[in-house]
């Protein structure tokens, strides 16, 4: 079963930057188009950002766009995603998940093999 973890949270003044690493162990990632969701306390998941399994395609949420940007390395078998000039509301635990979709990747559809999940706090 694929398995992921994710890294690279932290703590992070505002208009500050961090990069999330979303790894995979067991299996290859190429064949699993990945999104990225966040939970803020008191608050419903929210999917923020995909990438397809080759990345020719990603997504993003109105919430993010311009702001993050989603990437993978098939070769290192890890999606990435860089924040920057983030806010205080972007405050949240990240987790990642794959989804079985070819060249493509919907937030709105369902994913499995979720991680763990990474605390982002953006304060001052």
């Known amino acids: 079963q694929l398995q992921l973890v994710e890294s690279g949270g932290g703590l992070v003044q505002p208009g500050g930057s961090l990069r999330l690493s979303c790894a995979a162990s067991?299996?290859?990632?190429?064949?699993?188009?990945i999104g990225w969701f966040r939970q803020a306390p008191g608050k419903e998941r929210e999917g923020i950002s995909c990438i397809s399994s080759r990345g020719g395609s990603a997504d993003y949420a109105d919430s993010v766009k311009g702001r993050f940007t989603i990437s993978r390395d098939n070769d290192k078998n890890v999606v990435y995603l860089q924040m920057n000039s983030l806010k205080p509301e972007d405050t949240a635990v990240y987790y990642c998940a794959a989804q079985n979709l070819f060249r493509r990747c919907d937030l709105t559809a369902d994913f499995g093999s979720w991680g763990q999940g990474t605390q982002v706090t953006v304060s001052s």
């Open positions: 067991r299996f290859t990632l190429d064949y699993y188009a």
